[in-house]
């Protein structure tokens, strides 16, 4: 009744939809509204966010033959990890959640999703200071955008190896990768915007925190490490 009659609330209404379709057995159709639930709540609320992608992901687990849980089972995977910098994760336990999401990507046919669950673990390692795992799929995810046939997807190839170069003390790498993802999205400062900021601003913010806080001289492109925070905010 309240898909029925209440079509304008069914966000807010997600969470109990979800909880009616499991209980009755429905799991993808539980699994699709947790995942609107979390998409509803996830910027105001992580933990919950978080509670309602795991269900989304044990959910799918009961319908892995139906055709459109191999997305679905990706996305979530990837929100999982993309979550985990709100919360601490084991290695063990963010290797699972790939791993998983991995085998969804790779049975929707999308290699995209495959290239973005890569990019989410190189965010989430880096997060946790597990540096070395963050290049390896900040690597990875390269490789993957490089061959998008999306102008967006492959502007960002750079964008998640730029923190852990930052942290590992690779001025100079980051230095010629920051410069060209500024250039590439120049026209763009919109492109991959996630949370508060795009990967245009994300570049400027990464030559400010390695001039503001890893070398004693500025470290810039142009200008101050100051002036680079402060676009990066713009």
Known sequence: ATERFDADRLDEEAALLAHHHAEAGQHFDAAQWHARAASHIGKSDFTEARQHWQRTRELLREVEDQPAAASLGATACRA???????????PEEAQRIFEEGRRWAEASGD???VGLLHQALSVAEATHLRIDSALEHADA?????????????????????LAPLRVRGDLAELKTRAAAQLEWTREHPEWGVR????????AFWELGLAGLFLVATPFTVGEQPQQHVLRAVR
């Open 80 to 90: 999982l990890l993309t979550l985990s910098i709100r919360f601490a994760l084991a």
């Open 111 to 113: 290699p995209v999703r």
């Open 141 to 161: 995810f390269e490789r993957f955008a490089r061959a998008a046939a999306d102008p967006e997807l492959r502007a960002m190839a750079y964008w998640p190896s």
């Open 195 to 202: 949370d508060w900021i795009g990967a245009h601003g994300g």
